[in-house]
């Protein structure tokens, strides 16, 4: 019979106080996002810890995992019992994934990160001696267990050590172990707004609402977290449990093919209109059926919507034979209507078509 690992299905069964986790981990990812892309990762919520990152070769072998184990705080850390209890703990996730049945690289290694909002003050004190100590904070961000000051880390070997029951596989993870400060505030709204503001210094004007979309990531987080690990155990070769880059990347794309959308309706709405014949009244209706077709596009189940996009992606080679957006949606337009039967509407086949050829015309 499989162990159940303790702290499987923790954030299932408390959800509602684990924002912060996932705020973390967008944090994390936008802040590394421009070297992210054309790479290959997924991200796990609540599995062997908080959560993971987990980075692939282009043959979906994991090659690194970078375990985080965050803590929200209202005070600084320190060399306490509360402490020492987390770290034994991501020594255990350390050896769990050693032992997880997931397809690795040759390579493979992870780490074990710890990270809070609040300062991380690693003090040895002794009467009499000026104190040793190690500190992260928003001027030191990261520091390596192996960076520590020997009298500090000899400290929490011989914690961890006794918490182990002296076995020497754990402390063998404490040398995968780092202490990291993470410049997210304590409260929620404002978490929120520094997500904005890093959604905002990466893409810009290229999305229309960034609280929108920061929200968008944020609900492929959740997804995946509210998904019970089956038995109680923890597997990372489960899909459900993992976000993975494509997915995000999909969201981005829509996103950001949303506003190229609205950009080049508002600069050419009518011509636009006058081409494929959408009247003044039809127009506010236009704009919402554009923005949904990008989510309907990604829903297998639309075979309507499938359609249309099939038939620009058929006919990409239309694309060569304009110089003109306008009459190249309209050409898309005529041959459409003259070879498909669709039980759309008509106004819905403009609308659809219109947001086929924008996500088209940026795969080109």
Not at 143 to 151: G, I, Q, S, T, Y
Not at 270 to 290: H, N, P, Q, V
Request: aromatic share 10%.
């Amino acid at each position: 019979m499989p162990q159940i690992n303790q702290y499987t299905n923790s954030g299932v069964q408390g959800s509602n106080g684990y924002e912060f986790q996932k705020h973390c981990a967008l944090y994390i990812l936008l802040n590394r996002y421009a070297s992210l892309v054309g790479t290959r990762y997924f991200i796990c919520l609540e599995h062997h810890e908080d959560f993971l990152f987990c980075h692939l070769t282009d043959n979906d072998l994991v090659k690194y995992i970078e375990a985080y184990q965050a803590k929200k705080a209202s005070d600084s850390w320190g060399l306490s019992v509360d402490l020492f209890e987390i770290i034994h703990k991501m020594t255990n996730v350390g050896l769990d994934l050693n032992n997880d049945h997931m397809t690795k690289d040759s390579s493979y290694d992870h780490s074990l990160d710890f990270i809070s909002n609040h300062d991380i003050k690693l003090k040895i004190r002794e009467k009499g001696k000026k104190d040793i100590k190690d500190t992260i904070n928003v001027g030191n961000e990261k520091v390596l267990f192996r960076d520590l000051k020997p009298e500090v880390a000899n400290k929490i070997k011989d914690e961890i050590d006794k918490l182990s029951g002296y076995n020497s596989d754990n402390m063998d993870q404490l040398e995968k172990m780092s202490f990291g400060f993470i410049d997210l505030n304590k409260a929620y709204s404002r978490q929120k707004q520094t997500l904005i503001g890093q959604f905002n210094l990466i893409f810009g004007d290229t999305v229309a609402d960034h609280s929108a979309a920061v929200e968008t990531l944020l609900r492929l987080f959740r997804d995946a977290e509210n998904v019970l690990n089956q038995g109680g155990v923890v597997q990372l070769m489960d899909p459900s449990k993992r976000v993975h880059s494509n997915a995000i990347n999909h969201a981005i794309a829509i996103i950001t093919n949303e506003q190229k959308a609205y950009q080049l309706w508002r600069s050419q709405a009518d011509e636009i209109a006058k081409k494929i014949g959408i009247t003044l009244a039809e127009r506010s209706r236009f704009e919402l059926e554009f923005k949904n077709s990008f989510d309907l596009f990604k829903d297998t189940k639309q075979a309507e919507h499938q359609k249309i996009l099939k038939f620009v992606v058929d006919n990409k080679s239309v694309f060569n034979n304009h110089t003109s957006e306008v009459e190249c949606i309209e050409d898309l337009y005529s041959q459409f209507i003259g070879k498909h039967n669709t039980q759309l509407t008509s106004a819905t086949i403009k609308a659809t078509l219109f947001a086929a050829y924008i996500e088209v015309r940026e795969t080109l």
